[in-house]
């Protein structure tokens, strides 16, 4: 089993900052990719940033120059820093982690964290 632990989420005000943390533990065997998806009322998950064990990283286009994640491969954690957010940004963020283990991929989720941004 996987844990995934989330942290970091709330009520904000527009053009103000945040960051989430999201933590795996247990049987994770070799993490290869880490990452944050977000979903608003009414719509689909979407990607939002994923980071691979190399460091090389993705980020959606409406959060691009706002957001950056990052990771900590020592304690198997990825941050997601949210800088001057937006109503738009309202949406519960969810942690995502790709397992690797004899030879076969396995995805993980957080339970998801509630980011609110007021106008």
């Known amino acids: 089993q996987v844990q995934l632990v989330e942290s970091g989420g709330g009520l904000v005000q527009a053009g103000d900052s945040l960051r989430l943390s999201c933590a795996a533990s247990g049987d994770t065997g070799r993490i290869s990719a880490m990452g944050w998806y977000r979903q608003a009322p009414g719509k689909e998950r979407d990607l939002v940033a994923r980071i691979t064990t190399g460091g090389r990283t993705s980020h959606a286009d409406s959060v691009k120059g706002r957001f950056t994640i990052s990771r900590d491969n020592d304690k198997n954690t990825v941050y997601l820093q949210m800088n001057s957010v937006t109503p738009e940004d309202t949406a519960v963020y969810y942690c995502?982690?790709?397992?690797?283990?004899?030879?076969?991929?396995?995805?993980?989720w957080g339970q998801g964290t509630q980011v609110t941004v007021s106008s």
């Open positions: 995502y982690v790709r397992c690797v283990r004899a030879g076969a991929f396995y995805d993980y």
